[in-house]
């Protein structure tokens, strides 16, 4: 028997509740995972028209060559609408998934934990984009003004009639304005659980692409290990299959025609799914005292980014191996009973993952799996779903096995095998340890390591005192006016090929020219700093305008169904009205998303810390500050911290943008024995919930 001491500290998860795709709650998810069961199929009619926007023609523009997902039918989310009361026409896919997923967590502990943290439970959930309600109705509002225009511009008869059309399809039925701000806002998410369950405290949403679960957890545990919170709502949720995600994901070449099938070599790509997955964390000493039931302890997670690579799509082994290091710090990782991999299915990264996974624990044996293969890459949701798997997996004393695989990647003599039939767990060594891997868009590496907890074999002990916080100060401060910006100048400056630059949101190139100029007004050598204790954090709105453009061109196909009365020639005519948005390439997916902010900073500098972004609405800045201050208080080093100055454009139903600023932030100790200039030391954070 291993013997195994928990720290008083430690964080334990004592409540779990999900809504995937054919799993309503947990024990429903652990069957499907038993029998094999997948939900890959063919997208709905209902969910958006095939002949609109699939095409087996990879190269069609616009047009996706995948038409299948794991998805979540609406009739199941309507049952569960009318079960907690909610107005569908104010609340979208994301309330309904996370809010109960949430509330079959909440039931799991003991009543009187709940009441005793009310007042300071924190809620950070990971999530990487906005619910797709917001290509609907807000189409129009954002795109009215050019469509007259452009109608006028090309003389195009019947434009009373044309207008009226695209507003009454568009908007019509979208134009409740509670409902809109909401979409807009993922935030509202986070406000509606507060409200229902009466809560305060912290909250986020974490985004480091398809890692932000990892992430999300991750910052969960450092705010209990601080003892700044008393209870975290955790995990993730993804609400966004709509069509302009399949187009972004062809265009690289990431997409499976048919079912993805992880460290498979039949595999043809990733397979899209949807979902929430919703963890209550708690610290030990507090859940044993409470009498909690303790599905497992997290003892650690390790992240990285890949810093300077070929590319912000390509994983990199280096980065890989980063993450798994930083969380087997200090661990025993030959007691690993089983890794839950990424394991998206496309060829380089299982690949990647693989070959870094054998590289790193050598001669050890391990099972590796992945439940994408079932419910598909379910994105800002993707690693709680698999942390869910491996709670339920240690509740059962069983290792569940990968059915469809036929023939695996790796080599025969490698050390990472995956198991066809179950293993049984039950007469083997306690407590048993599992690894959980999380790998993100814009270089982004999380690795969390999971341990069972046994109160038979486990001694708790006291946590190390720590001494007195080392004070965190600001080094230096960059500012970039977006009126301001020669992005050509830009692009010269940072070396992005031309045909890249159209692509880029342009808060992710102000962020690395304000990066740049807070490092120059510190007289900081770059290269001279510890690169790899150099993190990166970015503040802001999730839904950049390079998305939202995107978003829109893929949506004018609608205009077929809208304007069926016109003769094809003035149809095609009007779709054309897309072209004032760039055209979907395989550059598009790093320049529309919000994490890239962090992780193209990373990239260009070489930083090797962990990076992510934070949405808190306009709470976003100090949300983050927040965060920061206990990174640097966990782990000496630099924090670049991005935020933009944001506010709700209500007329067109999206978040505008103006000056990007950056805080360079460090410990006071480490400032001093750098020489490092101390513009201002932190005293107190101002932040509302």
Known sequence: MKKNHFFNNDVCIVGIGCILPDANNPQEFWDNILEGNCSIRKIPEERWPNKLYFSSDKKEEDKTYSNTAAFIKNDRLEKINEKLKLDSRKNNRAHTLVLSATDQALKRINPNTLEKARKNTAIFLGCMEIDEAFSGGKFYLQNKKSLKDYIIKNNIKNKEQIFKKIKEYFYGSNCNKEGAVA????????????????????????????????????????????????????????????????????????????????????????SQGEGAVVFVLQRLEDAIKDGNKIYGVIR?????????????????????????????????????????????????????????????????????????????????????????????????????????????????????????????????????????????????????????????????????????????????????????????????????????????????LQALLATAKAFEKANIEINSLDKEKTMVISASCLGLDSAIGLACRVKHFEFIKTLDFLDNALLNLMIKHKNKFPQVTEDTGPGVLNNVIAGRICNQFDFKGENFNVDSDFNSFPAALNIAVRKLQERSGIVVLTYGEEKLNKNEMRISRRDINCLLLSTLSLAKNNNYPIYEIIEKINYYD
Do not use: W
């Open 300 to 508: 650690s997670v390790g992240s990285s980014s890949d810093g300077q690579s070929s590319s912000l799509f390509s994983p990199s082994v280096r980065g890989q191996i980063l993450a798994l290091e930083r969380a087997y710090s200090g661990l025993d990782k030959s007691s690993v009973d089983y890794i839950e991999g990424h394991g998206t299915g496309t060829k380089l990264g299982d690949a990647i993952e693989i070959e870094a996974l054998n590289i790193f624990f050598k001669d050890k044996k391990i099972p590796i799996g992945s439940v994408k293969s079932l419910i598909g890459h379910t994105k800002g949701a993707a690693a709680s779903a698999g942390l869910l798997k491996c709670l339920l997996s240690l509740q059962n004393k069983v290792i569940p096995p990968s059915k469809y695989l036929e023939t695996f990647i790796g080599a025969s003599g490698n050390h990472i095998y995956i198991n066809k039939k179950p293993i049984d767990l039950a007469n083997s060594r306690h407590p048993l340890r599992f690894g959980i891997s999380s790998f993100g868009f814009g270089n982004a590496n999380f690795h969390l390591v999971l341990d069972e907890f046994d109160k038979n074999s486990s001694q708790i002990i006291r946590a190390k005192n720590e001494s007195t916080a080392d004070p965190i100060v600001i080094l230096s401060r960059g500012s970039v006016a977006l009126k301001e910006v020669d992005f050509d100048l830009i692009a010269s400056k940072f070396k992005i090929p031309p045909q890249s630059l159209s692509q880029i949101d342009k808060i992710q």
């Open 183 to 270: 979409s807009v806002l993922m935030t509202s998410a986070i406000n509606l659980v507060r409200q229902r369950f009466g809560l305060k405290g912290e909250g986020a949403l974490i985004d480091a692409a398809c890692a932000s679960s990892l992430a999300a957890i991750d910052v969960s545990v450092g705010a209990l290990k601080s003892y700044k919170t008393d209870l975290v709502i955790t995990g993730g949720v993804e609400s966004n299959l709509a069509p302009d995600t399949f187009v972004l994901f062809s265009k690289v070449g990431a997409l499976s025609p048919r079912r993805c099938l992880p460290f498979d070599k039949r595999t043809e790509g990733l």
